[in-house]
């Protein structure tokens, strides 16, 4: 079978930084992947590669064994890939509804799944931020996903939110989306992920279970250890 996300000896360089060396993984299907690493790991780059923004100078990227890196990002959106992004991207003067609307007609019981279903008429900034990033979840999911990268969604939220946010993410996964959560906050990705993987400078430092994650002494020594 082909793997739903795979990731071949792809780098990507900013001038002398090297922030994705040679990275190469895999992901069958299914499922919640966190994908963890200090500041500056490669983590965000790593997405922006799979969603199209960001070309590498070398590798590939496939959805389902077709290959990404020569797509442009609606393209990669429309072949079943999509995103959320660190800084949200909302149509301020739309609606709710019609934030989801334009992209897929069935946004109202998208909008219910996600909790919105009071907020229909408002515009996005009259939302509380979770509220905000419940909203930018379902526009993604409007696209009808077979998987969806979340870029730091738990990134602001209060506890609460961001446990809601999390148990809905557990609601994506049960539908079949794989989710790929890059998330600062790792004992929420601990706690959720099925699978986790440990960039490092552009490479990936250890991927396995959240328990093989918590006992690696390599994860510790290189980024564990030293949390903010
Ligand atoms: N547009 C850019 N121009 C120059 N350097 C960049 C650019 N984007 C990323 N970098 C550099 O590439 C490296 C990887 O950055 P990236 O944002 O992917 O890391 P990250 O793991 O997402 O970090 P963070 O957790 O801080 O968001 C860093 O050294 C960063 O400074």
């Known amino acids: 079978?082909?793997?739903?996300?795979?990731?071949?000896?792809?780098?990507?360089?900013?001038?002398?930084?090297?922030?994705?060396?040679?990275?190469?993984?895999?992901?069958d299907r299914g499922g919640i992947v966190g994908l963890i690493g200090a500041?500056?790991?490669?983590?965000?780059?790593?997405?922006?590669?799979?969603?199209?923004?960001?070309?590498?100078?070398?590798?590939?990227?496939l959805l389902d064994g077709r290959e990404l890196t020569t797509l442009p990002p609606h393209r990669?959106?429309?072949?079943?890939?999509?995103?959320?992004?660190?800084?949200?991207?909302?149509?301020?003067?739309?609606?709710?509804?019609?934030n989801v609307l334009v992209v897929d007609r069935d946004a109202a019981p998208l909008l219910d799944?996600?909790?919105?279903?009071?907020?229909?008429?408002?515009k996005p900034g009259e939302l509380a931020y979770g509220r905000q990033r419940r909203l930018e979840l379902a526009r993604a999911l409007a696209l009808r996903p077979?998987?969806?990268?979340?870029?730091?969604?738990?990134?602001?939220l209060a506890g609460s939110e961001s446990d809601e946010l999390l148990e809905l993410f557990g609601r994506v996964r049960d539908r079949g989306v794989t989710v790929l959560l890059v998330e600062?906050?790792?004992?929420?990705?601990?706690?959720?992920?099925?699978?986790?993987?440990?960039?490092?400078?552009?490479?990936?430092?250890a991927d396995g279970t959240p328990g093989e994650i918590?006992?690696?002494?390599?994860?510790?020594?290189?980024?564990?250890?030293?949390?903010?």
């Open 113 to 122: 799944e996600v909790g919105l279903s009071d907020d229909l008429e408002k």
């Open 214 to 228: 918590t006992a690696d002494p390599a994860v510790h020594e290189a980024y564990l250890g030293q949390r903010r």
């Open 146 to 156: 077979r998987v969806i990268l979340l870029d730091e969604p738990l990134a602001g």
């Open 76 to 98: 990669i959106a429309r072949a079943g890939l999509a995103r959320t992004f660190q800084n949200l991207q909302l149509f301020g003067s739309l609606s709710v509804l019609d």
């Open 1 to 27: 079978m082909k793997a739903a996300l795979e990731v071949q000896d792809v780098t990507v360089r900013f001038g002398g930084v090297t922030a994705l060396d040679r990275l190469t993984l895999r992901h």
């Open 184 to 205: 600062h906050d790792v004992p929420s990705v601990l706690r959720i992920s099925d699978r986790v993987l440990v960039l490092d400078q552009g490479a990936l430092l």
């Open 39 to 61: 500041n500056g790991a490669g983590k965000t780059t790593l997405i922006n590669v799979l969603s199209g923004t960001i070309r590498p100078e070398r590798g590939r990227a």
